[in-house]
């Protein structure tokens, strides 16, 4: 790839350590996450996927005892780098929590919150304006069916489903090209993790998605790459099925066996 | 066989010491509602004009034609816990953000136990603070004649309720889910758009239930009010007058009046009149922390 230019990758790590406190949880990561594909990340618990994944927006550092060293490049730009405004990247990264966690504000405001959030700073939004991308929004987490009765109705009222949908569907308005999702069905039963990873499969293609996995189920028919990790480290990454198949490494042929986990 | 009955009996003995103490608040509440109200209520009904209590300034309780209008100490406790919300508000509000949302570490743990300290200061100092240290102040900054009035006393009131109000707004802030800043904070929201947007409104009932204590306590506050506020009664013009405040005349002539009398009677119909209002703020305190557990 192009020197500081996108090339194929959405999200790009060189060497990248990370400690909690005196606790090294990465170890010398490279990883690059190819644009507009679904790259699921398995590994057993307290691998360091969450952690990985947490610090492509450097929503990690919200800890306050977390340090790094190496680079995470995320859309060309070094998210580390002194230039970098933190804001701006994360309006190119939604993020999916394991947790449904919408606003305890009405449907409406959820989806607009972070539309309000960065195109207020620009410029006057205007009413029509805000209904088109409500609607759309809602449509591409297929929702607007169910919820465009009662918009104004609080949001923590929804099922863990339509919560997470409609989770989904607020990172819409503001344009994302990164969605990072952790372990985003985790709090959902089989009905609806099964509405969700059907959901997320029709944003495939318009965003790049990285998403942290425990279902091994999930990763296998949900992505087309998958990244295995075993503490702090990157063992094994490939197309899914090659890694699922026919593993390189006798680590990730046990965890998918079921050998530890 | 043995060592399960006795548990049995200290359980049974603990459940009854556990239950007398959890109604003892009742009782007392009770109580102190009952003793005041029949003290003062012989006096309401019988010789008290409830239009000049509510609307004469004149309280001249020892006079030979005594009159009971309290209004004037209605305005005094009025304008004194106004002017010490004016001012105590947004400072324990910011403190508590401060405190909630910003600092970490040691810094928060000292300022807790600072703040925390700041509540167990008697009254009788913050008086005492009033009158030799505030009211020369005030008098040389602002070149009044004396300096014990509603601004005096108000600041003085203020910052003994800012305790109380911060460390429950505090808790308001704390209870809002870390959730909700996780998630604004991933959708590009800077900390001051997080705060505004999310956490204010989040804990607002917490944060107005704050406020609320903090008014019921300068309501109920007597000794510092009684020293630094002149004791004077009067319709206050300015922030620099004198004023009386309905607890400190309590506190002042309860123990010079004829248990039984009129003048006694009237106190206690201060007192009534007091419960009622300090009762009704802590209710709708309450009423509206409820209101958050409900959503």
């Known amino acids: 790839m192009a020197d500081g230019g996108r090339g194929d990758y959405a999200i790009e790590t060189r060497g990248l350590n990370l400690w909690y406190g005196d606790f090294q949880a990465l170890f010398d990561v490279d990883l690059g996450v190819k644009q507009?594909?679904?790259t699921s990340m398995i590994g057993p618990s307290g691998c360091g996927k969450t952690t990985l994944l947490r610090t492509c927006n450097r929503i990690i550092e919200r800890l306050g005892y977390v340090r790094t060293t190496g680079s995470v490049t995320v859309l060309g730009n070094d998210i580390f780098g002194d230039d970098v405004e933190l804001v701006q990247v994360r309006k190119?990264?939604?993020?999916?929590?394991?947790?449904?966690?919408?606003?305890?504000?009405?449907?409406?405001?959820?989806?607009?919150f972070g539309f309000r959030l960065h195109e207020a700073r620009l410029r006057k939004i205007t009413a029509?304006?805000?209904?088109?991308?409500?609607?759309?929004?809602?449509?591409?987490?297929?929702?607007?069916?169910?919820?465009?009765?009662?918009?104004?109705?609080?949001?923590?009222?929804?099922?863990?489903?339509?919560?997470?949908?409609?989770?989904?569907?607020?990172?819409?308005?503001?344009?994302p090209e990164v969605l990072l999702m952790d372990e985003p069905c985790s709090a959902l039963d089989p009905a609806g993790t099964e509405a969700v990873e059907e959901m997320i499969w029709r944003l495939r293609g318009e965003y790049t998605i990285l998403v942290v996995t425990h279902n091994m189920a999930q990763a296998r028919r949900a992505s087309d790459e998958c990244v295995f990790m075993l503490l702090g480290r990157i063992i094994e990454h490939g197309r899914t099925e090659e890694v699922f198949l026919a593993p390189e490494c006798q680590e990730t042929a046990d965890y998918i066996e079921g050998r530890y986990g | 066989m043995d060592r399960r009955d006795l548990a049995w009996h200290v359980d049974r003995v603990a459940r009854?010491?556990?239950?007398?103490?959890?109604?003892?608040?009742?009782?007392f509440i009770v109580g102190i509602f009952v003793f005041v109200t029949k003290e003062g209520l012989d006096f309401v009904f019988g010789s008290l004009d409830l239009g000049e209590f509510f609307t004469s300034i004149a309280w001249r309780p020892?006079?030979?034609?005594?009159?009971?209008?309290?209004?004037?100490?209605?305005?005094?406790?009025?304008?004194v816990t106004g002017f010490a919300m004016l001012f105590s508000v947004p400072l324990s509000l910011g403190?508590?953000?401060?405190i909630g949302e910003f600092a970490t570490g040691k810094t928060r743990e000292v300022l807790k136990v600072l703040v925390e300290m700041l509540a167990a200061i008697p009254s009788v100092v913050w008086g005492f603070v009033g009158m030799s240290i505030m009211n020369p102040l005030i008098i040389r900054v602002f070149d009044v004649p004396l300096g014990l009035g509603v601004?005096?006393?108000?600041?003085?009131?203020?910052?003994?309720?800012?305790?109380?109000?911060?460390?429950?707004?505090?808790?308001?802030?704390?209870?809002v889910p870390d959730t909700y800043r996780e998630a604004a904070e991933a959708l590009g929201a800077t900390r001051w758009e997080v705060i505004l947007k999310v956490v204010i409104p989040a804990s607002k009932n917490g944060l107005l239930a704050a406020v609320l204590l903090g008014v019921g306590r300068g309501f109920g506050e007597t000794m510092a009010v009684l020293m630094a506020s002149g004791h004077a009664i009067n319709l206050p013009t300015s922030p620099f007058d004198s004023v009386r405040a309905l607890t400190a005349t309590i506190a002042a002539e309860l123990g010079e009046t004829v248990n039984g009398s009129d003048h006694w009677g009237?106190?206690?119909?201060?007192?009534?009149?007091?419960?009622?209002?300090?009762?009704?703020?802590?209710?709708?305190?309450?009423?509206?922390?409820?209101?958050?557990?409900?959503?």
């Open chain 1, 36 to 38: 507009g594909i679904i």
């Open chain 2, 16 to 27: 009854i010491l556990v239950f007398v103490g959890g109604i003892s608040a009742i009782i």
């Open chain 2, 266 to 295: 009237a106190l206690f119909t201060l007192g009534i009149f007091l419960f009622l209002v300090t009762f009704i703020i802590n209710l709708t305190a309450d009423l509206v922390v409820r209101g958050i557990r409900k959503k």
């Open chain 2, 151 to 175: 601004l005096n006393a108000g600041l003085i009131l203020g910052l003994m309720a800012a305790p109380i109000m911060t460390t429950i707004a505090e808790d308001a802030l704390k209870a």
């Open chain 1, 92 to 112: 190119k990264i939604g993020m999916v929590f394991q947790r449904p966690n919408p606003l305890p504000i009405s449907i409406r405001e959820n989806v607009l």
């Open chain 2, 62 to 79: 020892t006079s030979n034609n005594p009159t009971y209008g309290a209004l004037a100490l209605m305005v005094g406790t009025a304008s």
């Open chain 1, 128 to 175: 029509a304006e805000e209904h088109e991308v409500l609607e759309s929004s809602l449509r591409q987490v297929l929702l607007w069916d169910t919820v465009k009765d009662r918009l104004d109705k609080p949001a923590t009222g929804l099922s863990l489903e339509e919560q997470q949908k409609l989770c989904i569907a607020r990172l819409l308005p503001v344009k």
């Open chain 2, 95 to 98: 403190a508590a953000l401060y």
